[in-house]
């Protein structure tokens, strides 16, 4: 069995030809970022229209560094929740419209939960169950996963996503865009006790997250009331990096204390992380302290699967293993709502 895998949910577009064992064959991942950059942030109609230019050249592309022939693929499958609608709406037609031409069966995918996948495909140990937490641009979330498809939401932020967070930051420093790994980079020049920045919910007896007051906070700092805008142009660069530092450590310890939290609450062995926030390096170090402290077994996904990428699609490979194939009605979900 040899899949492809497509992938547009915000502002890569990625495919991918997956084999039965989960070996990524070939792939293709086209970045949106310098479209983006000068907003401080990605348009939706911007990543539409880019993703409806960019996913043919980058299906093709996959298939053929995979070498693989279009008969030989025995299904199609594409993320279809959660995301930006536009941007999802052109993988999904794409793969129904490939779907109908090559006479192929269609294959959903979510998104977060592949995320997630990520960890097994790292992995040489099965990871489930496990506690899974995704942390990215558009979701901070923890799950109870008991198999790669069996994932209970635990909770995750009411407001602002970790890695929205680092980029709005990133973006009060002048620091481009996306703002995470330009402030995780400066941050290791920064103190992380020079500012005492909020961490929200930390001790709430549940798994909601909040970073909006976090980067308020960080605002502030910037650019004290009667401000009115933000400009860090006075700031010199130990300053920045202090900011970073700070930030970023009132980040890393809500992510780290809740997901150990959860992996007492529910006795799994492993808790599992993925998401391109998962790529942060002191978020990895912390997360593997925790893990050592607390004696539970620790899988991040590597860093080239951490941001968006096709290749997690291996996850289609379990739900044609059970026999789940979407329709070709499949729509997308955008999935504001936070339980995804
Ligand atoms: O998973 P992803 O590629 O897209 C979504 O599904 O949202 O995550 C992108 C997010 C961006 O917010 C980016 O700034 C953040 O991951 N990110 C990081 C790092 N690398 C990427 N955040 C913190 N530290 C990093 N090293
Ligand atoms: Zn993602």
Sequence with gaps: MTILTLESTCDETAAAVISDSGAVLGQCI?????????????????????????????????????????????????ADRPGLAGSLLVGVVAAKTLAVAWQKPLVSINHLHAHLYACQMASEEAVYPSIGLVVSGGHTSLYHCTSPLDLEYLGGTIDDAAGEAFDKVGAMLDLGFPGGPAVSKLAQQGNPKAHDFPRSMIGAPDYRFSFSGLKTAVRYTIAPPPAKTVSASHLDQQAKADICASFQAAVVAVLVRKSTRAVKEYKTSHLIVGGGVAANPELRRQLQAAADKHGFRLVIAPPELCTDNAAMGAIALEKVRRGEYAELDLDITAGLQRGY
């Design 30 to 78: 086209a970045t949106q970022e310098t479209l983006h950059e000068r907003f401080g942030g990605v348009v939706p109609e911007v990543a539409a229209r880019a993703h409806l230019e960019r996913i043919l050249p980058v299906i093709d592309t996959a298939i053929v560094k995979s070498g693989v022939s279009v008969d030989d693929l025995s299904a199609i499958a594409v």
